[in-house]
Each structure stands twice: as structure tokens, then as C-alpha cells.
């Protein structure tokens, strides 16, 4: 109580030390020296200050001997004391004493909370006493009363039987004791059976007990033995823990979990179970490389344990990268599937571990850390996991792996990403990058190599038709009896899907192939205990893709055989041709005609067939990997372009020199473009050097294989192999319109403008190649000099209206019937589209109206007698070539009427034919102007003029 007054007056010292003002001072009234007006002294309130006053003190206030400070402070005065200095020692030392009252009512203040907590506690120590006291005084009393009462014998029985209880307490003591060094071999017992709770359990029964007996010797030391025990299960169920990473067994893993609940440890099994994870991703990994590469060098595992996994992946050969992938993936999956079903398992597990808990704010903090430790350690399983894969797939130099193999290898990757992303939700850019890097080292010089192929299939190339099924397509490369099977078969769940458009003969070829579903493959849901791993590709099976293969009985397929063949197209013509000549006309005809509308198998070569191979090989590479699916669709574009320049410069490039119509500008174009982009330029004598840069990026133009003879006609100048290879283009044209839509699926938004310009100026542009290459067969096979020249020898300037047509008519028409019969011959070998009828026709029958109108304008006079001779014969021509040919109607028939007809015209509309006539050339038109014979010689010179005019302007 004491202290409580001394400090309540201390504060109250220093509120009134914190609210006084200074005394007045004055000087003595003797001296007469001025007065000392008063000031209010400010109380410190800068830290910084008030430490300096407080190390301004001087120590001998702090001594507590009990120096008298008064006296020390009179000491310090001088003899000649000044009234100045002394006020100035006053001020100092108030200031002094409030700082160190401020400090003081400080820590009073700071340290009452523990002040009055400790007299609390005293007070109720005061209070324990007090009972003790009583339960003392209670105890004498009875003591004295017991005296007093008992017998010396009654009290000896009380002490016997205290005694006697004494024994028994101590007899069970022994026997626990002699229990508690039984249990180390149970213990052991129980750890062998993986029963990991029952030793727990028995361990902390034993320690309990151990703490009640503590005060025996042989106890304290069995205590510490149990410690260690315990820590040695510990240690056990950590290793039992690690089994886990790569096996994962529901049963065993409930039990480890069960024993760290028990020890009170179930944060700490989430920190040990991922170090093991990662430990165990590791240790696969290397275990997995080290095995091939001491497997391929044949040297003992001290050459190797001891280096880093990244030089092992260097040490790997091509030939074992493949197995060695997929085993390390198989090791990785288990992993991963084991950490997926470790999760499974806790979520399952969550309401039971809520009611083992002890305490629910413990239980639930405890789940809410092993929730999102799990979740944290998805993405670092992964980052591991992908760490591994992407330094061995780097570690190997893929250029040199065959495009099957290299496919595997990406297939295998790519599967590991998409395992990945379902694991985690990662986009995995770092096997990404390393698969882009070497797809891209490895596509440089495959495609390369598969350029050079496809010129040395063209120049080798015989353009010999390979009989396949009437319907076959790429389609038909997604069944079951194909070797082309593989490169397409990626696609059967592209083609499943319900946006891609296929007609429906597609559709059911499709269907009979038997597609895949499209919807994305679960890995670690669908077939839980398969490895995806495991899945070996499709190999290649030796069944034929001809049409001779196949068993269908309505299948429509055509080949080269005899049986094929109508039995009037297996007479020969020139027996037909004997008898009633006027019916070899229409016998042509017929069997043209038949022949036209058999059902034509696709007609495709050998290189078309490998060109499909290759382009479905890349498409699967563009599957598995998309980072590079532009670069490849590039090299596919390649192929193709290369492929078409191929086929023109073999069959049609001639034709632009005989006629400039015979190819249209777009054409031209894409020849050119072409040319520039992808033919490399060959060194011609005394031209300047080439660029060999550039030249490394293209390929040289491909020559015509000698064994094909364009200039034999009797063959109609190589028109089999004229069809065979660019209805063969066509076809494979036709297959890449039916892919581009999945194309189109591949690439980034950002690139579609290069594919759409690659369908529109090249792709389909290839049935325009059909215009000069059949343009080169119908210059040739119709003599149209000679007609010409027959032409010339004919008067027109006659008085009488003739009614036989001249001969040069019939001459034209036994070539339009040599032509017939060569085709019909030809069409016995390789079936001829009706396409190629109707173009190779057009062709000719435009030569020939071209040679009509040439010959026409060759006469010198012209009577109207003439004119209409000329009109007779063009009809005469007209009416058996119907015979001949069915073509309707005639190509540029009105070509040759509007010429003849044009010489009766009057001047004035004479001059308006003239301007909207430009297809007539120069020569023909000063032709007619010169043979009219009903326009003055001033009229006939200013048409003159305006011909040339004309003809200025056009050039």
C-alpha cells in the first residue's frame, strides 16, 4: 500500500512540475538593479531534446550511496557567488528534474499492467496460504484427537495396512514397468506389417505411462528410448511416404496419412510429400537416361552417375532417343498420375479428417493448408516434370531421324503437353519452344530432301496412270486397308466434327472408314489405368490401294484390263471403216460418246500419290506441333507449286509460243510468281553470273524423262501422258480444296490471308493448265497448213452460185477424223475425261474456224457468188463435223459467219463493224476492205485508215 502512495504522488509531483511557472526573481533592493520580470517555462517535447538533457546529467545523480546533491551543487558555487549563473543552475536542474519526472511517470505507466498483475498474483498466493494454514490446524487437531482416542494396536493395523497398500501400488508399478520393456519388440512387429497407427498408438500409451513411473531410474532411461523409437517410425513413414510418388496405392497412402494425424504432423507430411515428388522426378529421370546411355556406350555406371541429367541427354544416340522418350514419359505420367490421385484422395477424405481433428479451427485451417499446398504444387510437379522432357529432347540432334520417327517424337511431346494442360492448366512454353526449335532445324532440311524427291520422281516420272478406286480420295487414306493410312489418319476426328464440310459421297466414305470421336481426350479420367504412353503408332500394312484390291462388288472401279473395256471399243477401227465409208462419221462419234460416259477413275501417278503421302505427313506435324504450322503450310505450298510449274513446263510451256490465247493472264501470273519464288535460275553461257545466295533457297527446273515422246502422231503428240499429268494435277488440286478447311483450322488468324491467296492464284488455277496443254495437241494434230493452202488455190471472184463444197472442207474434216479415231485408240489406254474431250475439241475446231477465217482473208477478188461459196463450205463443214464430234455449241462459230457475212454490209455499217470487231487481225480486216466490191476508192481508203488507226492503238 505503501508503494501505491508513493507512486500516485509522483504523478501528481508531475503534473504540478508540468503546469508551474517560474518565480519572480529580483535582486537585492540594495543593489538597485533591475527587476526580473517572470516567464513561463515550456516543457520539453522533442525527443532528440530531452535525450540530451538526460546525458546531460551528471553521473553523481545516479550513485545510490547517498551523496548529499545539495552539497555537491554548493560545492561547485564560487567565492563570489552571481545571482546570474546561480538562476541559470536553477533552470537547468528544473529542467533536468522535469525530464526525469516525464521519464519516470513513463515507465510507472508502461510497467502498470504488469504491476498490477503481479499483485494480483500475490494476493491470491496470500489467499492459498491462508487455506494451508487452516488445513494445517484442521490436521493437528485430528491428530490429537486420534492420540487421545486409538489404541497402540489400532494404530499398528493402520500402519500394516498402509503398508500392505504400499506393496500392491508398488507390485503394479513393476508390472507396468516390465510391460513397458516388453513393447520394443512389438513395435518392431507392428512396423513390419506397415502398421503405422497400432505403433503410434502403442508408442505414445508406452510414453504416457513412462511419464506417470518417471521417478523410477529404469523409467527415465526407457523414456528416451520411446523417444527414439518414435522417431525412427517417423522416419519409416517418410520412406512409406516416398513409395507414393510413383505408385500410388489408396490403402497404404491412407495409412501414412493416418499415422502423421496421429503424430500431430499433417502440415509437415504436405511439405515432405512434395519433396519427394520432386525428388522422385528426378531420380526417374536420370535412372531412365543414365540405363541408355551406359546401354549404348557399354561402359560401367562410374562413367556417368556423376554427371548432371543435361549432359547425359547429350550422350543419348538417335537410335535410342525414341525408346528412351517414351519410357521417360511413361515414368513421368506415373508420377503425375500418382500426385492426381493423391489429390483425388484428399478431397475424398476431407469430411474425415475434419472429424479427426482435435478442434475444428484447427481441422479446418489444416485442410485449408493441404488444399492450397496441392494447388500450389500442380504447377511445380509440372515445371519439373517439363523441365526433364525439354532438356532431353534438346540434349539430341533430330535432323537426321526419318519423318516417321521425327513424327513420333513430336506425337509424343505433344501428348505430354496436352497431359500437361489438363494437369495444371499450363500452356507448357517451354516444350513448346523447344519443340518450334527443333521442328524448325529438322523441317529445314526434310523438306529440302523431300524437294529434292519430288524432281527426281518427275523427272523419272513416265506419267503412267495408277488404277485406283473410282472414288478414291484423301478420304479413303483414313481406313483400314491403306499404307497411306498413317499420314491421314490424325484427321478422323477433324473430319468427324460437325464443321467441316464434305459432300456426301465424303461422308459416307467417312462413315465406312470408321472416325474417331473429336472430343478431347481426358488422360487422367478415361482409362485410369492404362499408360497413354503405352500406344504404339499404326504401322503401314502391305494391302493394295489399286483398284484391283479392293473387294466391293459395286465399287465402279475401272482398270487398264480388257474386261473393262465395251465390247465395240475392242473391234478395230479400221474394220469398222470398211464397208459404207459415210458411217464412219457416226461410228467415231458413238464410241466417243460411249467411251465418254463410262465412270472415270481419278487419274493419279506415282508422284501424285507420294506428293499426298508428303503433304499428309506434314499436315501431322502440323497437328501435333501448331507453333510451326505456318512454316509448314508454306513448304506444302511448295510442294505443290513446284509440282504445277513441273507439269506445265513439261506439256504446255510450248503452247505460249505457237498461240498467246491458249493461256489466260492469271495463269501467266502464277507461272510466273512460281518461277521467281521457288526456280532456281541455271547459269546461261555469257549472261551474267547467277546469285548462288538465292539460288540455295530453290529448287532447279525438273526435265522431261526421255522415255516420254511428245512427237509421235500416231500417239496425237503424247496426249495419254498429257492427261495423265494434268488431270493428275487437277486431282490433286481437287484433294487440297477438300483440306482446306482443316488448313485453315492450323494457323493463326493473322496468316489465312496467305493461304486464302495460295487456293485462289495457284490451286485453283490448275485446271487452267488444261488450255495450253491440250492447245500444243491441237495445233499439231490437224495439218491446218495444208487446208490453208488449199484454200489459196480456190477462186472466189466466180459469176455462178456453186452447189458442191470445195475439197479443202473435206480435207479438214479427215483430219478432225484422224483425230477421232487416235482418240478412241488412246482412250483404250488411259480413259479420257469428258473435260478433255470437250477442251481438245474446242481447241480444234477453233484452229480450224481460225484457219477458215485466215483463208478467207487471203483472196485477192471476191464476187458475192464467192461469198457465198465460202458460206456453203463453213456449213458443209459444220453439218458432218456433227457427225464427228458432239460439241455444242461450236466454239467461235460466229467467228467465221460474222467475217463472210461482213462483205455485204453497206459502208456505213461496214464502219461500226470494223471498231466493235477487234478479235479479226489487221491483215483480215484490210482483207475484206480491199475484196468489197460495192464502196468507192475514197470509202475504201478511209477505212483503210481507220483499220491502222485501230491497230496503233492496240499495240
Known sequence: MDLKTRIKSILKKQDSVASSTEEVINHDSFSGGPVVTKYKQVKPSNPHEEQEILDSIEKIYYNTEGIDTSHFELRKQPEVLDLGDIDLDRIRLRKQLQVVSKKVSDLVLQNHPAYAQELQRVMDLQKTLQYASVICANGRSQLSVARNTFTAASLNMLASYRKRQQLVSLLKSLRTIKTLQRTDVRLRELMEEEDYCGAIQLCLECQKAASTYRHFTCISELNSKLQDTLVMIEEQIDVALSKTCSNFDEAHYEKVQTAYRLLGKTQTAMDQLHMHFTSAIHNTAFQIVLGYVELCSGTGRENFHKRQYTDLCKNVTQESFTPCLIDLSKALWEVMKSYHKTMCWHEEHEEDSEETEDGKAQADFNKHYIKQKLEHGLSRIWQDVQSKVKMFVLGTDLSGFKLEEFIRVLDLVNRMIEIGEEFCRSKSEGLQDSLKQQSLNYF????????????????????????????????????????????????????????????SSTADDLSEGGVLNSSKRRYFVEEAGKNPFDEKPDEDENEDFFSGSWDDEDNGDLSDSDSDVPDELKQDYIDELTGEGKSNSRQIKRRISRGRNEKFIPIVTNTTLNVMRVIGKYMQ???????????????????????FYTVYSFFGADAVLMHERSINNRLSMALQRIHSNLIAESHVPGAPPVDQTDNLEKMPQAYLSPIVDLHRKDQLYGLAERVVAVESLIFLAKQL??????????????????????????????????????????????????????????RWDIKDIMSQHNPYVDSMLRGFESVAQLLVEINRRVPIPRVVYQTLWEHCVRLANRTFVEGYSNAKKCSNEGRALMQLDYQQFLMKLDTIIDLKPIPEKDFVESYIKAYYLPENQLDSWLQDHKEYSNKQFLALINSVDHINKKSRQRLVNLV????RNRR
Open 444 to 503: 529445314k532440311n526434310h523438306h529440302r530432301y523431300r524437294m529434292e524427291e519430288l524432281r527426281m520422281f518427275l523427272e523419272n516420272e513416265g506419267w503412267e496412270m495408277c488404277p485406283v478406286k473410282s472414288s478414291f480420295s484423301f478420304v479413303h487414306l483414313l481406313g483400314n486397308k491403306l499404307p497411306l493410312k498413317q499420314e491421314f489418319r490424325f484427321m478422323k476426328s477433324w473430319m468427324k466434327s460437325p464443321n467441316t464440310s464434305l459432300n
Open 621 to 643: 506435324m502440323m497437328t501435333v506441333l501448331k507453333p510451326i504450322a505456318f512454316d509448314v503450310i508454306l513448304c506444302m505450298s511448295q510442294l505443290f507449286d513446284y509440282y
Open 737 to 794: 480444296d477438300l483440306l482446306q478447311p482443316h488448313l485453315e483450322s492450323m494457323i493463326p488468324s493473322n496468316k489465312k490471308a496467305f493461304l486464302q491467296q495460295f487456293f485462289s492464284q495457284t490451286v485453283n488455277m490448275a485446271e487452267e493448265v488444261r488450255k495450253p496443254v491440250y492447245w500444243s495437241v491441237s495445233t499439231q494434230a490437224v495439218n491446218y497448213d495444208l487446208v490453208q493452202g488449199q484454200m489459196s488455190s480456190v
Open 948 to 951: 491502222e488507226d485501230m491497230d
